[in-house]
Nanobody, 122 residues
Framework: QVQLVESGGGLVQSGGSLTLSCAASGHTLDRYAVGWFRQPPAPKKQREAVSCISSDGNTVYEESVKGRFTITRDNAKNRVYLQMNDVKPADTGVYYC??????????????WGQGTQVTVSS
């Protein structure tokens, strides 16, 4: 069973940059789509999809992060990254990576990490 560990979160000022990393163990990611989600702080409680990358590198982004966030994958390192530029306070939340059981991004995730906190100060 694949295990995912997120890292790279922290406190950043509005307009700054941050790179999140999702490291996998127990299984290779190269044949599967991987996505990033975020859990905003209360009162919002619903997890939001941020981005996804398919096994062949096709990417999708949530509208509010288009042009600011970039998802990439390094199959040799079994990692997926989320480069976050020009961050905004609305980007604050716990960021999770998840792996799908298929090659394309479909929203059918089968495994999640524990998350990494991102806090953007205004």
């Amino acid at each position: 069973q694949v295990q995912l560990v997120e890292s790279g979160g922290g406190l950043v000022q509005s307009g700054g940059s941050l790179t999140l990393s999702c490291a996998a163990s127990g299984h290779t990611l190269d044949r599967y789509a991987v996505g990033w989600f975020r859990q905003p702080p209360a009162p919002k409680k619903q997890r939001e999809a941020v981005s996804c990358i398919s096994s062949d590198g096709n990417t999708v982004y949530e509208e509010s992060v288009k042009g600011r966030f970039t998802i990439t994958r390094d199959n040799a390192k079994n990692r997926v990254y989320l480069q976050m530029n020009d961050v905004k306070p609305a980007d604050t939340g716990v960021y999770y990576c998840g792996v799908e059981g298929i090659r394309r991004c479909s929203g059918s995730y089968i495994g999640w990490g524990q998350g990494t906190q991102v806090t953007v100060s205004s």
